[in-house]
């Protein structure tokens, strides 16, 4: 005799209530009070706090310093991803191929991902470093520069440094999800296309990227997500300086709200980092729709 969800109701919501109430309580409780705040002046610094419409919105729109962030965030999230998607998907391919030592290799840089995001802040600090560091080192061995980078202290070269951290701990993850899809193509198809004459270079463009492409995707925009909310790198080793070079949305956040102390403005800030984030989602969402429907 087959069970039916209408045939026990009391039975069906005794065993969603917990997680209804759960996903209430620590994802859309804390979600609509934050857009609640966004629109007061909401301060620890005052004893209530008023309505004050649209002018938190109104105020970062006109703020010079916030789409500097907002641009810092895109450059940094995006180039991080990019690099980390490539080197991710590169090692997943050398993997596949039947290198010695693949199992060794695979659970050695599998470590990365579990590394703590504060770990890769001190192990940064230290390869960056202008005195001492191993980057500065073989860059000035190897005859690209002549005297040692101040990393930390020029714009652009401390947003390198960032991009490189970022994309170095998510490389591992992509590797992981890429091999995983690699093993699931059929053998058949990339044997015909190498038996019909097709470089390694043309496989991959014709034949393995286009069963790979939602996989890649779905792997990049995870990991650019959990970017947009990483803040641990960039406040140990730049505050997000030098000259708000290194400021992402994530740091500009907890630095209004918790050394500036206006909890209303923060809270504008995270409606528009959620809506930035939703907007992204969604056109993804719509660009694979569009493609698996074609």
Known sequence: MGFSPRQAPVFLAAIFAPSILLVGLFIVYPVVNSVGLAFTDASPLSSGRSFVGLENFVYLLEDGEFWEVLWNTVFIVGAATIIATACGYGLATLLISGIRAAAIFRAAIFQVWVVPWIVIA???????????GLVNYLLMQVGLIETPVKWMFDQKASQWAIISGYAWRAIPFIMVICLAALQGIPSELVESAA????????????????????????AALLQAVRFFQEMTMIFVLTQGGPINATMV???????????????GL??????????LLMAFALLYVRVALRRNLA
């Open 122 to 132: 001190i192990l940064w600090g230290w390869l960056f470093s202008q005195d001492y």
């Open 195 to 218: 038996i019909d004459g097709a470089s390694f270079l043309q496989r991959q463009r014709y034949v393995i990227l286009p069963l790979m492409q939602n996989i890649i995707m779905v």
């Open 266 to 275: 923060a809270s504008a800030i995270g409606t528009v980092w959620l809506i």
């Open 249 to 263: 949305l994530s740091l500009y956040t907890y630095k209004t709200a918790f050394e500036d102390w206006d909890f």
